[in-house]
């Protein structure tokens, strides 16, 4: 599985914007997707994850309300859409696929994955 993100950029502060990870292979459908982010000196946090099947939804606390994970399995796609963005919010974003099929959860750890994407960087300005 190869992943793509994309929908980046230089955003005002309280702005919005929405990501995509885009994945080839069949298999997408039935892995789990999460959404890190790795700022400047610093780890690669969980921001958001999905199930398979959409059915579950998890979020670090700092984004919870103000981002939302979907994915659409016929477009082999997932999204994140973050809303009222902040300064800290500033990093470079990475989607992950698990290739564990058909999980109930979602890993909040980086090394629970096994196919990332090339990065797309967020920058908030104050």
């Known amino acids: 599985v190869q992943l793509v993100e994309s929908g980046g950029g230089l955003v005002q502060a309280g702005g919005s914007l929405r990501l995509s990870c885009a994945a080839s292979?069949?298999?997408?459908?039935?892995?789990?997707i999460a959404w890190f982010r790795q700022a400047p000196g610093k780890e690669r946090d969980f921001v958001a994850g999905i199930t398979w099947d959409g059915g579950s939804t998890y979020y670090a606390d700092s984004v919870t309300v103000r981002f939302t994970v979907t994915r659409d399995n016929a477009k082999h796609t997932a999204y994140l859409q973050m809303n009222d963005l902040e300064p800290e919010d500033t990093a470079v974003y990475y989607c992950a696929a698990d290739r564990r099929e058909f999980r109930t959860v979602v890993s909040r750890t980086p090394n629970g994955y096994d196919y990332w994407g090339q990065g797309t960087p967020v920058t908030v300005s104050s």
């Open positions: 292979g069949r298999a997408f459908s039935s892995y789990s």
